[in-house]
């Protein structure tokens, strides 16, 4: 079993910068991928970033390109995305995600964490 926590959401002005980290836990982590996700209300979730977990391969969404940058440290099981520039239109649930596969199909990720709030105000 893998548990995954998210941190480092929050509420702040456009045009600033959060990190959120993913900390993972349990005896068998070893994902081939982990992502980031979002999810605006009314909205569908949708994938922000994801990135192969040994390579260190990585895909970001059009819209994020250039403002999030993703990272992780293998030995602590922890992923972590530094967002700056940040946009009302960014606000949602931001969830991290661990699955077998690199993708952006939100169904084939097999472990999510509880979510980290961000609020971007205008």
């Known amino acids: 079993q893998v548990q995954l926590v998210e941190s480092g959401g929050g509420l702040v002005q456009a045009g600033g910068s959060l990190r959120l980290s993913c900390a993972a836990s349990?005896?068998?982590?070893?994902?081939?991928?982990m992502a980031w996700f979002r999810q605006a209300p009314g909205k569908e979730r949708e994938v922000v970033v994801f990135v192969t977990w040994n390579t260190g391969l990585t895909y970001y969404a059009d819209s994020v390109k250039g403002r999030f940058t993703i990272s992780r440290e293998r030995a602590k099981n922890t992923m972590y995305m530094q967002i700056n520039s940040l946009k009302p239109e960014d606000s949602g649930v931001y969830y991290c995600?661990?699955?077998?596969?690199?993708?952006?199909?939100?169904?084939?990720?097999?472990?999510w964490g509880q979510g980290t709030q961000v609020t971007v105000s205008s």
């Open positions: 995600a661990a699955g077998p596969r690199q993708t952006n199909v939100t169904s084939a990720y097999t472990d």
């Open positions: 349990g005896r068998t982590f070893s994902p081939n991928a």
